[in-house]
């Protein structure tokens, strides 16, 4: 309005040019510039001059309507005028008595903050951030540049010429590995990355609770303190600087990787990924064995993933976890195993799971992942692994056929069930086609026996046991037809299942 540049969506700065049509179709009206606009007598092309008061207001009326001259003059004086006073117009604002508690004031925003698009805690801290002076200022925008190269790493060079003063801070130079970054398995957000640096250096898991220290809040007597206020901010920026660091970074992605996680579609809980990166900072910090740490980090993502840990209520458990992650995390992890991953869970809840249809499910992902972990070879293929196929953005295939399915069952929560799922080089699901696992495995075993080879490239019966074992395929499937469907389910979920099991107990 004033005819500042702005900060877009890119991170770049321009200049959004807003137009005023005095009296219009259905009266006054604001347009974007445009071409068409500029072109049209009708439009008043730039508002900025007129709210700045750079433009007098009597010549302006008298070029429009000498331009119009069917408009009536009285009416575009009037609305011109009121676009003037547009710079008059005050903001509301609530103002609160000073000496209202902390409590008062969060229920008071609560409640305001119910009406519209709400704002997250994270947007308050990040708020509470930006307005602390240079220090604050600087931070937020490392959060935020940070979020946004992890993403898009050709940023950097606008970034580097874009802003001199954040430049100056030194803290681009300790991102600026960023803009070589090329994978996108951990693409954090502000609120991801604040959530990760407040719990693992204050050993909380509520972001309210970043709000009230950030604000100088004393837990204790409810009062405010600055000594508080310049500790949190002394102590935020050296967790956000380990989150953001190279090497804590690559480490813990590389973990997450090692553990069969190698595209980002696999993520099916963010929760459980930064309470990962948490464990993983936390750890570091209590100087544990690198081979400790990569253990531990794994077995706590899957774990998580596996018992939806970060689901429902992610912040209470935050809270919670956080508070167990000592150096003795041995036996943390193993009650959490005995009371989470019992029996009960392998034997009856996650094949209660694999029933499902939902391909974006946390249950096949894990299977999918015990595949890249052990090297798997992709359904049918001979030397292509299940990392090849899915680095090469290959198809996951049904065992039996959607299409031939469809004959016999008409719900999705028949004939796309998980448990009928692998992946398969895309020739190989091209060449099978709608036929029946009887006629497709009836060519398989032809070529395993000198036969023409029609799919992917075994012709040993032995390597055909080992794909069939590899991708949790019983072998009884050679002879079945739509009928024996439900019963490859049952035999294929439970193979599937001890899989995982087993995937797990080995990291």
């Not at 609560?110 to 931070?139: C, H, P, Y």
Request: net charge negative.
């Amino acid at each position: 309005i004033l005819g500042k540049e702005i900060i877009n969506k890119d991170y770049k700065k321009e200049k959004i040019i807003i137009a005023f049509r005095p009296i219009g179709p259905n009266g006054p009206e604001f347009e974007v510039i445009n071409p068409a606009i500029e072109k049209d007598t009708s439009w008043i092309s730039d508002i900025s001059p007129i709210i700045n008061r750079e433009s007098g207001i009597v010549q302006v009326i008298k070029e429009y309507c000498a331009n119009n001259p069917n408009v009536n003059e009285k009416d575009v004086e009037d609305n011109i005028d009121r676009l003037q006073r547009i710079s008059d117009k005050v903001i509301g604002f609530i103002e609160l008595e000073s000496d209202l508690d902390l409590e008062t004031v969060g229920i008071i925003f609560e409640r305001v903050n119910s009406a519209g698009k709400s704002l997250s805690q994270a947007d308050f801290a990040m708020s509470k951030i930006a307005v602390n002076g240079n220090i604050g200022s600087n931070l937020r925008k490392l959060i935020d540049y940070f979020c946004h190269l992890s993403k898009t790493p050709d940023f950097y060079d606008s970034l580097k010429n874009m802003d001199d003063d954040f430049t100056k801070t030194g803290f681009l130079q300790k991102i600026s590995w960023l803009q070589n970054k090329n994978d996108d398995l951990y693409e954090p957000g502000y609120s991801d990355l604040l959530r990760v640096a407040f719990t693992s250096e204050f050993n909380r898991g509520k972001m309210s609770d970043l709000v009230s220290l950030l604000s100088g809040r004393n837990f204790e007597t409810m009062e405010f303190e600055s000594k508080i206020q310049d500790e949190t901010f002394a102590r935020l920026e050296k967790s956000v600087l380990k989150f953001t660091n190279e090497t804590n970074f690559k480490r813990f992605v590389m973990i997450i990787k090692s553990a069969g996680f190698i595209n980002p579609k696999f993520i099916q809980s963010g929760g459980a990924l930064n309470f990962a990166y948490i464990v993983y900072l936390k750890l570091r910090e209590y100087n544990l064995e690198s081979a400790k740490i990569e253990q531990f980090v794994k077995k706590w993502f899957v774990m998580s993933v596996l018992t939806g840990r970060y689901s429902a209520s992610p912040e209470s458990t935050f809270d919670s976890d956080i508070k167990n992650i000592t150096k003795d995390f041995t036996r943390h992890l193993k009650f959490i195993e005995d009371s989470e991953l019992s029996d009960v869970f392998w034997n009856v809840t996650l094949l209660s799971e694999l029933e499902k249809s939902n391909i974006n499910n946390p249950f096949l992902s894990v299977f999918f992942a015990s595949q890249v972990k052990d090297n798997d070879k992709g359904f049918l293929s001979s030397d292509i692994t299940i990392r090849d196929i899915i680095n090469g953005r290959g198809d996951i295939h049904h065992i039996f056929p959607k299409a031939y399915l469809k004959k016999k069952f008409s719900s999705k929560k028949d004939y796309n069930q998980i448990s009928n799922l692998v992946y398969a080089q895309s020739e190989i699901n091209g060449a099978i086609k709608d036929n029946e696992p009887q006629k497709y495995f009836g060519d398989v075993l032809k070529q395993c026996d000198g036969g023409e080879l029609k799919y992917g490239g075994i012709t040993d019966s032995n390597n055909l046991d080992v794909n069939m074992k590899q991708n949790c395929i019983p072998t009884s499937v050679y002879e079945m037809t739509i009928d024996d469907y439900l019963k490859f389910l049952e035999q294929r979920k439970k193979l599937m299942a001890e899989k995982i099991k087993n995937y797990y107990k080995n990291l």
